[in-house]
């Protein structure tokens, strides 16, 4: 069975610092797509990046980027020049190749920035 | 654009009761799936609706179900309520489209939160 594994319940950063946040997963297929989501205190989950597996090249958003290893399983989440804004939850969930939905994900890492 | 709507956003019921939460998905979204997400077990999915046909369904017990209509909203029923089925029940819809490399975003609604006493 499919797991992820977000290790760090809870990060700070200071306003306009960088921090990263770190997954990992276990899956025995080839074919997946590996995402981050946020969700602020308002609790609508938004989707902040994604990445195929296949793709070597890791995935950027602005201000967001990630660092994809697939061999050590390893997908963290790298937030840049952070903002009051990017205060939330922050999940990592997984998805297996083809037509299915179903997302199998982390417990969440709380991030908080400091003014 | 619309999102994703989920009613009712807060009710509260007692044990044993059961509970009906509706989800409209973003229009031209065919696909509907549903989870739960509490403190302990985090998120966890429970199923997923395509042309209203449950596609995959997760590990719950019979008393979670659901169904799609044809236009694609969906509700999820849980009956003979427990106190731990207290949770935020989210629903998210997405673009389904044919095999390939779709990378199924999904768009989630503010949740439905359910309070069991």
């Known amino acids: 069975a499919q797991t992820v594994t977000q290790s760090q319940p809870e990060m700070s950063v200071q306003e306009a610092e960088t921090v990263t946040l770190s997954c990992t997963y276990d899956?025995?297929?080839?074919?997946?797509?590996l995402f981050w989501y946020k969700q602020p205190p308002s609790r609508q989950m938004i989707l902040v990046i994604r990445q195929e597996a296949y793709k070597q090249q890791n995935a950027t958003e602005n201000r967001f980027s990630v660092n994809f290893q697939k061999a050590a399983k390893s997908f963290s989440l790298k937030i840049s020049d952070s903002q009051l804004g990017d205060a939330a939850m922050y999940f990592c969930?997984?998805?297996?190749?083809?037509?299915?939905?179903?997302?199998?994900w982390g417990l969440g890492t709380s991030l908080a920035v400091n003014p | 654009k619309a999102g994703v709507t989920q009613t009712p956003r807060y009710l509260i019921k007692t044990r044993g009761q059961q509970v009906t939460l509706s989800c409209s998905p973003i229009?031209?979204?065919?696909?509907v799936s549903w989870y739960q997400q509490t403190p302990g077990q985090g998120l966890q999915f429970l199923f997923e609706?395509?042309?209203?046909?449950?596609?995959n369904k997760g590990n719950f017990p019979g008393r979670f179900s659901g169904r799609q209509f044809s236009n694609s909203r969906s509700e999820m029923n849980v009956s003979t309520l427990e106190l731990g089925d207290s949770a935020l029940y989210l629903c998210a819809s997405s673009l389904a489209g044919l095999a390939g490399k779709n990378t199924g975003e999904l768009f989630f609604g503010e949740g439905s939160r359910l309070t069991v006493l």
């Open positions: 229009s031209g979204h065919r696909s």
């Open positions: 609706y395509f042309s209203e046909t449950q596609r």
């Open positions: 899956t025995s297929e080839s074919d997946y797509y």
């Open positions: 969930a997984y998805r297996r190749g083809g037509n299915n939905r179903k997302l199998i």
